[in-house]
């Protein structure tokens, strides 16, 4: 059993910045991915970003490359997304993921509780 918990969201301008952390305890193994998926009000939930436990494979939605940044310290059992250039389109409850490497909900077998991310015009 994995835990995961989310920080670092909150309310953000249009055009600013933020960095979600998400740390992970429990059964946490080497070789596993992990990623930031999101959920906006009345739509589905979305993949963002993804990365090896390695970093030698990202994966990121179109719509935020260039903008976003994922990343993770393994010795803190930790993975960040840096968040830039923030648009309202980004608003929406960002999620932590913990399984295999991928871009579907499928692809993940725990679920951290989410983070509000509000950006404003």
């Known amino acids: 059993q994995v835990q995961l918990v989310e920080s670092g969201g909150g309310l953000v301008q249009a055009g600013g910045s933020l960095r979600l952390s998400c740390a992970a305890s429990g059964r946490t193994f080497s070789n596993y991915a992990m990623a930031w998926f999101r959920q906006a009000p009345g739509k589905e939930r979305e993949f963002v970003a993804a990365i090896t436990w390695s970093g030698d494979r990202i994966a990121y939605l179109n719509s935020v490359k260039g903008r976003f940044s994922i990343s993770r310290d393994n010795a803190k059992n930790t993975i960040y997304l840096r968040m830039s250039s923030l648009q309202r389109d980004d608003t929406a409850i960002y999620y932590c993921?913990?399984?295999?490497?991928?871009?579907?909900?499928?692809?993940?077998?725990?679920w951290g509780q989410g983070t509000q991310v509000t950006v404003s015009s």
């Open positions: 993921a913990h399984g295999g490497f991928g871009t579907q909900v499928a692809d993940f077998s725990s």
